[in-house]
């Protein structure tokens, strides 16, 4: 919780949205008053502290895991106490769902006002396709018992006007935004460009909160002592964060000889990336892999030990690795959940894995 508080205070100051705004494209300069909405910082717990090892504006997994928490305690009373410490902080089990719901209106309610909310549309690339498709429609079911009309919809289908956003003829107020075209770069994504830079609609999460809390180099770029020391933070502050924080270098074709020799102990992610695409294990790296690399916009960061689990699946006992999402709002810590999975990155497709709950047990 102190990674994340800091975390937010540094990246939250007119010294980090500078230097952010100056790294960024242009339609991550526009202003908006939308902070962006639930951010997902994920971890991993085999050393002797959490490391930081990624930040995730559109994180998937809230409600599945907050079903699985639920199926939980119906199954097994012993688990009923551990349970209600699921939800991380402050917020319990049973009020997380209106705590994700007060999110998406306090996105609105930051843009427009008093103005009241028609419209939802939950948007992706053939929705239906997508691994996370239930999610979707378990936010829709979610956003409905709170009385927002909610579509789901192809990001394809979207119509930009100078009346505004629309869906087959169904003006749209807000879109929860899951594409994963962060600067909506993509002539698929033109209707939705078009809804953010002439502000015909509320996105959420949107290219500037990309620019501010994911974009990897920041990553980097919170470790840099002149920049955390012009926010504030003292040293025993600065200390934690570069300790919690892989070191983590933004690759450069001059250091390619430096990168190559020591690409055992590092991690390769692509600036803009999610879902661990196009990310790659050093030890794993094969000369054209690099070339790649080299040849796009990547950080290198120092492996960060996982834990392990032990499960049974198929009648066999594996240790899967670890890495746990704290969900947050707001700096308020929402919600925990792991994934589990084998390999050099996290995946779905890990027999016995997937996500899992974060049970918290009281000292």
């Known amino acids: 919780d102190r990674t994340t508080e800091l975390i937010h205070r540094a990246l939250s100051s007119p010294t980090y949205l500078r230097h952010i705004e100056a790294h960024a494209p242009q339609i991550a300069r526009l202003p908006r008053a939308t902070s962006g909405g639930i951010l997902g910082l994920d971890f991993h717990l085999g050393g002797p502290e959490p490391q930081l090892i990624e930040i995730n504006t559109n994180p998937g997994g809230l409600l599945v895991n907050l079903e699985l ?81 909610t579509l789901i919809v192809d990001a394809a289908h979207l119509e930009a006007g100078d009346d505004g956003l629309a869906a087959d003829g169904q003006r749209i107020d807000l879109v929860y935004n899951r594409v994963t075209d962060f600067y909506l770069s993509d002539e ?66 001059e250091a390619a000889d430096d990168l190559w ?20 294990r050093g030890d794993k790296l094969t000369r054209s892999a690099f070339q790649h ?30 890495d746990v999402r704290n969900y947050t709002l707001r700096r308020a810590p929402l919600f925990r959940a792991a994934r589990l999975y084998r390999g050099q990155t996290t995946n779905f497709r890990t027999p016995g894995g997937g996500f899992a709950p974060v049970l918290t047990l009281r000292a």
Request: net charge negative.
């Open 188 to 253: 698929r994504h033109g209707a939705l460009r078009r809804a953010y830079e002439d502000d015909l609609a509320v996105i959420t999460p949107h290219p500037a909160a990309h620019a501010r809390w994911a974009d990897k180099r920041l990553l980097s770029w919170l470790r840099d002592e002149t920049l955390l020391c012009e926010v504030g933070l003292d040293a025993d502050d600065r200390q934690h964060l570069v300790r919690t924080i892989p070191p983590t270098e933004i690759v450069t074709p």
């Open 261 to 280: 020799r020591r690409r055992k102990d590092l991690f390769f992610k692509p600036v803009d990336g999610y879902g661990s695409k196009a990310a790659y």
């Open 69 to 149: 928490a639920r199926a939980l305690t119906a199954c097994c009373d012993c688990l009923t106490e551990p349970l209600e410490s699921l939800a991380a902080g402050d917020v319990s089990l049973e009020a997380l769902p209106e705590h994700i719901v007060d999110a998406f209106r306090s996105e609105w309610s930051a843009a427009r006002g008093a103005t009241p909310l028609g419209t939802i549309a939950i948007v992706d690339d053939g929705p239906p396709d997508q691994y996370l498709y239930p999610e979707f429609l378990l936010y829709q079911r979610l956003l409905q018992r709170f009385g927002h009309r």
């Open 293 to 322: 690399i080299l040849s796009h916009r990547y950080v290198a960061q120092a492996l960060a030990p996982t834990s392990l689990r032990r499960v049974t699946a198929g009648g066999q006992d594996l240790d899967l690795r670890v």
